[in-house]
Protein backbone atom coordinates (compact mmCIF):
# COMPACT_ATOMS: atom_id res chain seq x y z
CA UNK A 1 0.00 0.00 0.00
CA UNK A 2 1.11 3.29 -0.77
CA UNK A 3 1.92 6.33 1.70
CA UNK A 4 3.10 9.36 2.01
CA UNK A 5 4.28 11.55 0.29
CA UNK A 6 3.18 9.71 -2.57
CA UNK A 7 -0.08 9.09 -1.47
CA UNK A 8 -1.46 13.09 -1.11
CA UNK A 9 -5.92 12.73 -0.41
CA UNK A 10 -5.62 16.33 -0.66
CA UNK A 11 -4.95 16.29 -4.23
CA UNK A 12 -8.65 15.20 -4.88
CA UNK A 13 -10.33 18.07 -2.91
CA UNK A 14 -8.18 21.05 -4.54
CA UNK A 15 -11.19 22.31 -6.89
CA UNK A 16 -14.98 22.13 -6.68
CA UNK A 17 -15.25 20.00 -9.77
CA UNK A 18 -12.81 17.82 -8.60
CA UNK A 19 -14.85 17.02 -5.20
CA UNK A 20 -17.96 17.18 -7.74
CA UNK A 21 -16.30 14.28 -9.19
CA UNK A 22 -15.32 12.09 -6.72
CA UNK A 23 -18.18 12.49 -4.18
CA UNK A 24 -19.54 9.05 -2.81
CA UNK A 25 -22.90 10.25 -1.24
CA UNK A 26 -25.30 13.04 -3.44
CA UNK A 27 -28.52 13.72 -2.48
CA UNK A 28 -31.18 14.35 -5.32
CA UNK A 29 -34.69 15.79 -4.67
CA UNK A 30 -35.83 12.45 -6.37
CA UNK A 31 -34.63 11.13 -3.13
CA UNK A 32 -36.82 13.12 -0.89
CA UNK A 33 -40.75 13.29 0.28
CA UNK A 34 -42.54 16.46 1.82
CA UNK A 35 -44.48 16.01 5.04
CA UNK A 36 -47.27 18.14 4.69
CA UNK A 37 -50.30 18.68 6.98
CA UNK A 38 -53.98 19.35 5.95
CA UNK A 39 -56.65 20.26 8.33
CA UNK A 40 -60.59 22.26 8.30
CA UNK A 41 -58.31 25.07 9.92
CA UNK A 42 -55.33 26.94 8.43
CA UNK A 43 -52.78 27.16 11.12
CA UNK A 44 -49.23 28.56 10.03
CA UNK A 45 -46.28 28.35 11.78
CA UNK A 46 -43.66 30.92 10.84
CA UNK A 47 -41.11 30.01 12.92
CA UNK A 48 -40.99 25.91 11.40
CA UNK A 49 -42.72 27.09 7.89
CA UNK A 50 -42.91 23.34 6.93
CA UNK A 51 -44.98 22.10 10.17
CA UNK A 52 -48.09 24.70 8.95
CA UNK A 53 -51.30 23.31 8.53
CA UNK A 54 -53.17 23.83 5.45
CA UNK A 55 -56.67 23.71 4.13
CA UNK A 56 -57.82 21.47 1.68
CA UNK A 57 -57.25 25.05 -0.88
CA UNK A 58 -54.27 26.10 0.74
CA UNK A 59 -52.97 22.67 0.47
CA UNK A 60 -53.89 22.31 -3.67
CA UNK A 61 -51.69 25.79 -3.70
CA UNK A 62 -48.62 24.59 -1.56
CA UNK A 63 -48.26 21.24 -4.17
CA UNK A 64 -48.86 23.47 -7.04
CA UNK A 65 -45.77 25.32 -5.55
CA UNK A 66 -43.75 22.44 -4.91
CA UNK A 67 -44.43 20.81 -7.94
CA UNK A 68 -43.10 23.74 -9.38
CA UNK A 69 -39.79 24.04 -7.97
CA UNK A 70 -39.47 19.97 -8.42
CA UNK A 71 -40.57 18.22 -5.50
CA UNK A 72 -42.20 14.82 -6.84
CA UNK A 73 -43.31 13.03 -3.39
CA UNK A 74 -45.63 14.01 -0.77
CA UNK A 75 -47.13 12.69 2.12
CA UNK A 76 -50.22 13.79 3.97
CA UNK A 77 -51.00 13.81 7.48
CA UNK A 78 -54.74 14.80 8.38
CA UNK A 79 -55.77 16.51 11.19
CA UNK A 80 -60.22 16.04 11.92
CA UNK A 81 -62.65 18.62 12.61
CA UNK A 82 -64.08 16.32 15.11
CA UNK A 83 -61.77 13.53 17.30
CA UNK A 84 -63.78 10.56 19.00
CA UNK A 85 -62.73 7.09 21.08
CA UNK A 86 -62.03 4.84 17.80
CA UNK A 87 -60.26 7.68 15.26
CA UNK A 88 -63.36 7.10 13.00
CA UNK A 89 -62.21 10.07 10.99
CA UNK A 90 -59.19 8.45 9.92
CA UNK A 91 -61.16 6.10 7.80
CA UNK A 92 -64.28 7.88 7.18
CA UNK A 93 -65.14 8.78 3.52
CA UNK A 94 -65.36 12.33 3.59
CA UNK A 95 -62.23 12.46 6.17
CA UNK A 96 -59.76 15.24 5.42
CA UNK A 97 -56.98 13.45 3.90
CA UNK A 98 -59.57 11.56 1.71
CA UNK A 99 -61.02 14.97 0.71
CA UNK A 100 -57.09 16.10 0.15
CA UNK A 101 -56.56 12.93 -2.16
CA UNK A 102 -59.56 13.84 -4.23
CA UNK A 103 -58.39 17.62 -4.63
CA UNK A 104 -54.68 17.00 -5.29
CA UNK A 105 -55.22 13.52 -7.67
CA UNK A 106 -56.64 14.71 -10.83
CA UNK A 107 -54.51 18.26 -10.41
CA UNK A 108 -51.34 16.56 -10.07
CA UNK A 109 -51.15 13.16 -12.19
CA UNK A 110 -47.56 12.70 -11.40
CA UNK A 111 -47.12 13.45 -8.30
CA UNK A 112 -46.52 10.63 -5.68
CA UNK A 113 -48.92 10.91 -3.21
CA UNK A 114 -48.31 8.85 0.23
CA UNK A 115 -50.31 8.67 3.33
CA UNK A 116 -49.43 8.10 6.50
CA UNK A 117 -51.61 5.54 7.78
CA UNK A 118 -52.32 5.70 12.31
CA UNK A 119 -55.23 6.90 14.52
CA UNK A 120 -53.55 9.22 16.79
CA UNK A 121 -54.26 12.78 14.91
CA UNK A 122 -58.24 11.48 15.07
CA UNK A 123 -58.36 9.99 18.24
CA UNK A 124 -59.76 11.54 21.16
CA UNK A 125 -56.66 10.28 23.56
CA UNK A 126 -54.40 11.01 20.92
CA UNK A 127 -53.09 7.05 20.73
CA UNK A 128 -52.13 5.50 17.62
CA UNK A 129 -54.83 2.70 18.64
CA UNK A 130 -57.75 2.33 20.23
CA UNK A 131 -57.98 1.67 24.13
CA UNK A 132 -59.62 -1.34 25.75
CA UNK A 133 -59.08 -1.85 29.24
CA UNK A 134 -56.94 1.37 29.77
CA UNK A 135 -54.39 -0.15 27.78
CA UNK A 136 -54.04 0.62 23.48
CA UNK A 137 -55.58 -2.65 21.89
CA UNK A 138 -53.39 -4.30 19.10
CA UNK A 139 -55.55 -6.10 16.93
CA UNK A 140 -58.81 -4.36 17.47
CA UNK A 141 -56.66 -1.07 16.49
CA UNK A 142 -54.90 -3.07 13.48
CA UNK A 143 -58.34 -3.59 11.63
CA UNK A 144 -59.43 0.17 11.85
CA UNK A 145 -55.80 1.08 10.60
CA UNK A 146 -56.11 -1.57 7.22
CA UNK A 147 -59.71 -0.09 7.11
CA UNK A 148 -57.97 3.47 6.80
CA UNK A 149 -55.24 2.74 4.31
CA UNK A 150 -58.19 0.51 2.10
CA UNK A 151 -59.91 4.34 2.39
CA UNK A 152 -56.97 6.46 1.46
CA UNK A 153 -56.28 4.38 -1.79
CA UNK A 154 -59.86 4.89 -2.62
CA UNK A 155 -59.69 8.32 -2.79
CA UNK A 156 -56.51 8.82 -4.61
CA UNK A 157 -53.11 7.78 -2.70
CA UNK A 158 -50.65 5.99 -4.13
CA UNK A 159 -48.29 4.86 -1.41
CA UNK A 160 -49.54 4.19 2.38
CA UNK A 161 -47.34 4.46 4.96
CA UNK A 162 -48.65 3.02 8.74
CA UNK A 163 -46.75 4.56 11.35
CA UNK A 164 -48.81 3.33 14.43
CA UNK A 165 -46.32 -0.05 15.70
CA UNK A 166 -49.24 -2.35 16.01
CA UNK A 167 -48.07 -5.81 15.63
CA UNK A 168 -48.98 -7.06 12.37
CA UNK A 169 -50.53 -4.15 10.80
CA UNK A 170 -48.19 -4.40 7.50
CA UNK A 171 -50.05 -7.87 6.93
CA UNK A 172 -53.52 -6.66 7.86
CA UNK A 173 -52.91 -4.16 4.79
CA UNK A 174 -51.26 -6.04 2.53
CA UNK A 175 -54.01 -8.55 2.75
CA UNK A 176 -56.78 -5.93 1.81
CA UNK A 177 -54.51 -3.81 -0.41
CA UNK A 178 -52.55 -6.54 -2.65
CA UNK A 179 -51.15 -3.87 -5.37
CA UNK A 180 -50.01 -1.01 -3.07
CA UNK A 181 -46.75 -0.19 -1.77
CA UNK A 182 -46.79 -0.17 1.69
CA UNK A 183 -43.88 2.02 3.26
CA UNK A 184 -43.90 0.47 6.48
CA UNK A 185 -42.42 2.89 9.80
CA UNK A 186 -40.37 -0.60 10.82
CA UNK A 187 -38.29 0.84 13.23
CA UNK A 188 -40.29 3.77 14.88
CA UNK A 189 -38.36 5.01 17.88
CA UNK A 190 -40.66 6.47 21.56
CA UNK A 191 -38.15 9.48 20.51
CA UNK A 192 -38.16 13.18 22.28
CA UNK A 193 -37.82 14.57 18.68
CA UNK A 194 -41.11 14.46 18.12
CA UNK A 195 -42.58 17.71 19.98
CA UNK A 196 -42.94 20.21 16.88
CA UNK A 197 -44.69 17.35 14.67
CA UNK A 198 -47.02 16.76 17.70
CA UNK A 199 -48.12 20.46 17.58
CA UNK A 200 -48.68 20.42 14.17
CA UNK A 201 -50.95 16.89 14.05
CA UNK A 202 -52.35 17.97 17.67
CA UNK A 203 -51.30 14.14 18.61
CA UNK A 204 -49.88 14.39 22.01
CA UNK A 205 -51.60 11.68 23.68
CA UNK A 206 -53.47 12.81 26.66
CA UNK A 207 -52.77 10.00 29.14
CA UNK A 208 -49.35 7.93 29.44
CA UNK A 209 -46.63 7.74 26.35
CA UNK A 210 -46.41 5.58 23.10
CA UNK A 211 -43.38 3.46 24.76
CA UNK A 212 -46.04 0.82 24.96
CA UNK A 213 -45.97 0.44 21.59
CA UNK A 214 -43.11 2.17 19.64
CA UNK A 215 -39.65 1.27 20.09
CA UNK A 216 -36.92 1.90 23.40
CA UNK A 217 -34.20 3.97 22.17
CA UNK A 218 -31.61 1.46 23.78
CA UNK A 219 -32.67 -1.18 21.01
CA UNK A 220 -30.67 -2.07 17.57
CA UNK A 221 -31.04 -5.70 17.35
CA UNK A 222 -35.10 -5.04 18.18
CA UNK A 223 -34.89 -3.06 14.91
CA UNK A 224 -33.65 -5.64 12.69
CA UNK A 225 -36.54 -8.23 14.42
CA UNK A 226 -39.02 -5.57 13.12
CA UNK A 227 -37.80 -4.74 9.66
CA UNK A 228 -37.97 -8.44 9.25
CA UNK A 229 -41.75 -8.90 10.16
CA UNK A 230 -42.56 -6.07 8.32
CA UNK A 231 -40.74 -7.42 4.96
CA UNK A 232 -42.34 -11.06 5.51
CA UNK A 233 -45.52 -9.18 6.05
CA UNK A 234 -45.16 -7.48 2.92
CA UNK A 235 -44.00 -4.14 3.30
CA UNK A 236 -42.35 -2.64 0.02
CA UNK A 237 -40.06 -0.41 1.95
CA UNK A 238 -38.49 -0.07 5.44
CA UNK A 239 -38.33 2.85 7.33
CA UNK A 240 -36.28 4.00 10.55
CA UNK A 241 -37.73 6.93 12.65
CA UNK A 242 -36.06 9.32 13.35
CA UNK A 243 -32.84 9.96 11.08
CA UNK A 244 -29.90 11.77 12.74
CA UNK A 245 -30.44 9.97 16.24
CA UNK A 246 -30.33 6.48 14.92
CA UNK A 247 -28.07 6.38 11.73
CA UNK A 248 -26.30 3.10 13.25
CA UNK A 249 -29.92 1.57 12.99
CA UNK A 250 -30.29 2.61 9.72
CA UNK A 251 -26.45 1.32 8.68
CA UNK A 252 -27.78 -2.02 10.09
CA UNK A 253 -31.10 -2.22 8.40
CA UNK A 254 -29.44 -1.15 5.23
CA UNK A 255 -26.59 -3.87 5.71
CA UNK A 256 -28.88 -6.76 6.07
CA UNK A 257 -31.94 -5.84 4.03
CA UNK A 258 -32.32 -5.51 0.15
CA UNK A 259 -35.35 -3.70 0.36
CA UNK A 260 -35.45 0.38 -0.54
CA UNK A 261 -34.90 1.99 3.22
CA UNK A 262 -36.36 5.19 4.00
CA UNK A 263 -35.44 7.16 6.88
CA UNK A 264 -37.61 10.29 8.56
CA UNK A 265 -35.81 13.23 9.51
CA UNK A 266 -37.97 14.14 12.24
CA UNK A 267 -39.52 17.52 13.10
CA UNK A 268 -36.90 17.74 16.14
CA UNK A 269 -34.01 17.62 13.90
CA UNK A 270 -35.66 19.88 11.44
CA UNK A 271 -36.47 22.78 15.02
CA UNK A 272 -32.86 22.11 15.99
CA UNK A 273 -31.03 23.26 13.21
CA UNK A 274 -34.08 26.25 12.75
CA UNK A 275 -33.54 27.35 16.26
CA UNK A 276 -29.48 27.45 15.73
CA UNK A 277 -29.67 29.42 12.47
CA UNK A 278 -32.63 31.71 13.81
CA UNK A 279 -29.78 32.20 16.68
CA UNK A 280 -27.14 33.25 14.16
CA UNK A 281 -25.18 29.89 15.52
CA UNK A 282 -25.67 27.70 12.29
CA UNK A 283 -26.49 28.49 8.65
CA UNK A 284 -29.31 26.09 7.67
CA UNK A 285 -28.65 25.65 4.75
CA UNK A 286 -25.22 23.94 4.93
CA UNK A 287 -26.41 22.09 8.14
CA UNK A 288 -29.95 20.67 6.11
CA UNK A 289 -27.53 19.80 3.02
CA UNK A 290 -25.04 17.79 5.64
CA UNK A 291 -27.91 16.83 7.95
CA UNK A 292 -29.01 15.39 4.78
CA UNK A 293 -26.25 13.64 3.04
CA UNK A 294 -25.81 11.59 6.58
CA UNK A 295 -29.06 10.22 6.54
CA UNK A 296 -28.51 8.72 2.90
CA UNK A 297 -24.82 7.71 3.48
CA UNK A 298 -25.91 6.03 6.48
CA UNK A 299 -28.00 3.72 3.73
CA UNK A 300 -31.24 5.39 3.20
CA UNK A 301 -32.68 5.63 -0.31
CA UNK A 302 -35.55 7.89 0.56
CA UNK A 303 -35.28 10.76 3.12
CA UNK A 304 -38.72 12.20 4.55
CA UNK A 305 -37.96 16.04 5.21
CA UNK A 306 -39.35 19.10 6.54
CA UNK A 307 -36.66 20.52 4.31
CA UNK A 308 -37.99 18.83 0.27
CA UNK A 309 -38.98 22.11 -0.51
CA UNK A 310 -36.09 24.53 0.57
CA UNK A 311 -34.26 21.98 -0.98
CA UNK A 312 -35.84 22.21 -4.26
CA UNK A 313 -35.23 25.78 -4.18
CA UNK A 314 -31.91 25.98 -2.63
CA UNK A 315 -30.13 23.34 -4.85
ZN1 LIG B 1 -49.72 7.59 15.57
Sequence with gaps: MSSFPATRLRRLRR????????????????????????????????????????????????????????????????????????????????GIVQQALRALRPRFPELLLITDVCLCEYTSHGHCGVIREGEVDNDASV?????????????????????D????????????????????????????????????????PSFGDRRGYQMDPGNLREALRECELDAAEGADMLM??????????????????DLPVGAYNVSGEYAMVKAAAAAG???????????????????????????AKDFASWF
Design 143 to 163: ELLARTAVSHVEAGADVVAPS
Design 281 to 307: DLDERGAALESLTAIKRAGADVIFTYW
Design 240 to 257: IKPALPYLDVLRAVRDRF
Design 15 to 94: TGALRDLVRETDVSIDDLVMPLFVAPDALPNERLPALSRHTVDGLVREVEELVRVGVGSVILFGIPEDKDEEGSGAWIED
Design 165 to 204: MMDGRVAAIREHLPQTPIVAYSAKYASAFYGPFREAAGSA
